[in-house]
């Protein structure tokens, strides 16, 4: 096949798919998010360290504590996916890559459900 095409004209069309800029302002504002949010989680758990199960149990009552919990999870997570997808891409090919950035976003999508459904559950009585 003669393809007479200009090298840039061969390339038009294979370049970015305008999503790198996205991931990458993604990661950055969920890794500044998780700053104060990890450390008021660290300074609590220093805190509650030698509280019995009802102190415990009182404090994640608390919505304000709920909330807070919720989020530093679901940013972790998602945060963690982020930073996961790109070791994929970067590091597989194909079907494989596929996979397992699915397979990620699966687990982190888990993970957070489940850890919501027990904050709430330990936080409201259940």
């Not at 949010?37 to 220093?46: D, E, H, N, T």
């Not at 998602?78 to 930073?83: D, F, I, P, S």
Request: aromatic share 8%; hydrophobic share 60%.
């Amino acid at each position: 096949m003669d393809d007479r095409r200009t090298p840039l004209a061969r390339a038009r069309g294979l370049g970015s798919a305008k999503e790198g800029v996205h991931h990458w302002w993604a990661q950055r504002l969920t890794a500044i998010a998780l700053i104060p949010l990890v450390v008021w989680f660290a300074i609590s758990l220093v805190m509650l360290s030698g509280a019995d199960y009802a102190v415990v149990r009182a404090w994640i009552g608390s919505p304000l504590v709920m909330v807070l919990l919720i989020l530093t999870i679901g940013i972790g997570l998602h945060h963690a996916q982020l930073g996961l997808q790109v070791v994929w891409e970067d590091y597989t090919d194909g079907a494989l890559r596929v996979v397992m950035i699915v397979f990620t976003k699966f687990l982190a999508a888990l993970f957070g459900l489940g850890a919501i459904v027990a904050i709430l559950r330990i936080g409201l009585g259940g």
